[in-house]
């Protein structure tokens, strides 16, 4: 069986690379028109559901990565962008003119599925949404390196805009810093500030993108964060903080 990539650079950095950053293992799942992955952390705080559109061959079929950065370790010391890799049985194989390779995998089972299912996800009661941009996220982790005490951001909505601080309500004596995240909002108002983990906006921060849509259950204060670039689409799941 065959796993089409059309652009390897890409798909390392939009596909595998984020992987990498929630879990060091994951389950890549070959369908007949799409590759998917579902990656969480380990505490489960932080989802990954990764959707890249390639039409592959007509079976489905998983491949249980062990270590995703040694698998993109491999990619990278290919120099062409379009590449067909074989899989047999427990590894992946590649061969050209010039590069040969073959990456073991693990057996069905070995790796932890995660017991979250994103199809539910989608069905909560998103009440609130706002867009956010790359250039916001940037400054954000900017702002960071000012608040060094804290690794929680919390939103909240304020006439008519989004806005979130870095700081820890539970903490005393404790620099803060706020700005605006979104200039406008659809739905219900965040009256009580949710605080999340500020991980989630750090690996936010090395991908390459324009706008990201965040959708927000209030009541349980589950938020979507959706990514959408050519074939790609990242969409991370978080639940706030206590405090």
Same mark, same amino acid.
């Given at each position: 069986?065959?796993?089409?990539? $059309?652009?390897?650079?890409?798909?390392?950095? =939009?596909?595998?690379?984020?992987?990498?950053?929630?879990?060091?293992?994951?389950?890549?799942?070959?369908?007949?028109? =799409?590759? /998917?992955?579902?990656?969480?952390?380990?505490?489960?705080?932080?989802?990954?559901?990764?959707?890249? $559109?390639?039409?592959?061959?007509?079976? *489905?079929?998983?491949?249980?990565?062990?270590?995703?950065?040694?698998?993109? =370790?491999?990619?990278?010391?290919?120099?062409?962008?379009?590449?067909?890799?074989? !899989?047999?049985?427990?590894?992946?194989?590649?061969? +050209?003119?010039?590069?040969?390779?073959?990456?073991?995998?693990?057996?069905?089972?070995?790796?932890?599925?995660?017991?979250?299912?994103?199809?539910?996800?989608?069905?909560?009661?998103?009440?609130? +949404?706002?867009?956010?941009?790359?250039?916001?996220?940037?400054?954000?982790? $900017?702002?960071?390196?000012?608040?060094?005490?804290?690794?929680?951001?919390?939103?909240?909505?304020?006439?008519?805009?989004?806005?979130?601080?870095?700081?820890?309500?539970?903490?005393?004596?404790?620099?803060?810093?706020?700005?605006? !995240?979104?200039?406008?909002?659809?739905?219900?108002?965040?009256?009580?500030?949710?605080?999340?983990?500020?991980?989630?906006?750090?690996?936010?921060?090395?991908?390459? !993108?324009?706008?990201?849509?965040?959708?927000?259950?209030?009541?349980? $204060?589950?938020?979507? !964060?959706?990514? /959408?670039?050519?074939?790609?689409?990242?969409?991370?799941? *978080?639940?706030?903080?206590?405090?």
């Amino acid at each position: 069986m065959i796993v089409k990539i $059309k652009n390897r650079s890409e798909f390392v950095d =939009k596909f595998l690379s984020p992987i990498s950053r929630i879990n060091e293992n994951a389950v890549i799942r070959i369908q007949e028109s =799409k590759i /998917t992955s579902l990656a969480t952390t380990n505490d489960e705080t932080m989802i990954l559901y990764v959707v890249y $559109k390639e039409p592959n061959s007509g079976s *489905t079929f998983n491949l249980n990565i062990p270590d995703i950065n040694r698998l993109i =370790k491999v990619l990278n010391c290919i120099e062409i962008d379009s590449m067909d890799i074989e !899989f047999d049985r427990n590894k992946l194989k590649y061969k +050209s003119d010039n590069i040969n390779f073959k990456y073991h995998l693990l057996e069905d089972g070995i790796i932890s599925t995660p017991s979250v299912n994103f199809d539910k996800i989608k069905k909560l009661n998103f009440s609130t +949404s706002f867009k956010i941009s790359s250039g916001d996220i940037s400054g954000l982790i $900017k702002a960071s390196t000012f608040t060094v005490d804290t690794d929680k951001l919390y939103i909240y909505t304020k006439q008519g805009k989004v806005k979130c601080e870095l700081t820890d309500k539970q903490k005393h004596n404790i620099d803060s810093f706020s700005r605006v !995240f979104a200039s406008e909002f659809t739905g219900d108002e965040i009256t009580d500030p949710i605080p999340l983990n500020f991980e989630l906006f750090r690996l936010m921060s090395s991908l390459r !993108f324009d706008d990201c849509i965040v959708n927000l259950d209030i009541d349980k $204060k589950v938020l979507l !964060f959706t990514i /959408t670039s050519g074939d790609y689409t990242l969409n991370f799941v *978080t639940v706030g903080l206590v405090g």
